[in-house]
């Protein structure tokens, strides 16, 4: 976006003398684009859809029906694209002593490859709209349509393009965490660190993994993953994406390829190449267990409501504020990624 803010007269007379020839330099300009693009083209409105269908169900809320009915269809959406997948049930233990009943979603293409690359999100969205502007809502559930079903929506178009893929010789485990957006309330005052109330599914998750590890011989040769990328609210309309604090404090050169290859694939608009500030997510328990892992999340600087958008914890976080586009931009750089690394 900067790069086109400082022309010279010169060029803007330029500009004036081809105007005639715009649509034949936008070709042009897209086939450029389109030529450094590796691995198949990201469906963004194949996204859209999967992200609707997750959101058909209602609010996926802890231990509600549409929350049990939701999984399933995740479940089933994976297997029907030739994936394996484990349900990892857990019953976790909420701020407020509710008995969550979790389920992480673990789907694995090519179980078989020992090099293996993580692609995550959470798939439960928040009970309470403690953020809208208006108090009368503070109590309602979030619909999640960005806050939830879009990182599982990328998700679910990668592997529908990976069912058809016979180039790609690295395995992926895209891994649905549950229990992520369960934290404490806003309007509740508690004693205790409120931090911690967050993400439960991944910190369960992570405690497997390293327990896993740590019953391996060779700890060295246990590495189970390359490297992770979690998707966060990756649908939003207006979405840039900042480079988060904790992502470039244990995963840089993660983080650097990542937003290299959306500028190869001509998404670098969307992905800020500045610092973002310091998130609570679910990619916090997976760098602690030594697995680097970035976190693509939106950031809003200039947003009142909050620095995560407009509708974030809002019961405005529906379909209606999801962008087709933002989900292309997101899709098409993390299999950029995959198909270059």
Not at 260 to 277: I, K, L, M, Q, T
Request: proline share 4%; net charge negative.
């Amino acid at each position: 976006m900067n790069k086109i803010s400082h022309f010279t007269a010169f060029f803007a007379l330029l500009l004036l003398v081809f105007t005639s020839c715009k649509s034949n330099n936008q070709a042009t300009k897209e086939s450029e684009s389109l030529s450094q693009l590796v691995g198949p083209t990201f469906v963004g409105d194949s996204a859209y859809a999967f992200c609707a269908a997750q959101c058909q169900f209602g609010p996926r809320i802890m231990n509600s029906e549409a929350h049990e009915k939701c999984c399933q269809w995740i479940v089933e959406k994976f297997r029907y694209y030739g994936m394996e997948v484990e349900e990892q049930k857990a019953d976790l233990k909420a701020w407020d002593g509710t008995m969550l009943r979790s389920t992480n979603i673990i789907a694995r293409f090519r179980p078989q490859e020992k090099q293996r690359m993580l692609i995550c999100a959470h798939w439960d969205s928040r009970p309470w709209a403690d953020n809208d502007p208006d108090s009368a809502n503070w109590k309602k559930p979030v619909m999640g349509a960005n806050d939830g079903a879009s990182g599982v929506a990328v998700m679910l178009e990668i592997a529908r393009l990976l069912s058809n893929d016979t180039t790609l010789h690295v395995g992926i485990d895209f891994v649905c965490f549950d229990a992520e957006d369960y934290g404490v309330p806003q309007w509740e005052e508690v004693e205790e660190n409120t931090e911690s109330s967050w993400a439960l599914g991944s910190k369960d998750w992570a405690r497997k993994i390293a327990d896993s590890i740590a019953q391996t011989a060779d700890n060295s040769a246990a590495k189970p993953y390359e490297f992770g990328i979690l998707l966060d609210m990756v649908g939003g309309q207006g979405s840039r994406f900042y480079q988060e604090g904790f992502s470039l404090k244990y995963a840089a050169g993660i983080v650097s390829k990542v937003w290299s290859a959306a500028n190869d694939a001509g998404y670098g608009s969307y992905f800020v190449s500045s610092p973002g500030g310091f998130i609570t997510d679910d990619h916090n328990p997976i760098n602690e267990i030594g697995i680097p892992c970035i976190d693509i999340i939106p950031y809003y600087p200039d947003c009142e409501q909050s620095s995560f958008g407009p509708t974030w914890h809002t019961i405005s976080d529906d379909m209606e504020h999801i962008d087709v586009n933002t989900l292309t931009a997101v899709g098409q750089t993390v299999v950029q990624v995959l198909f270059s690394y």
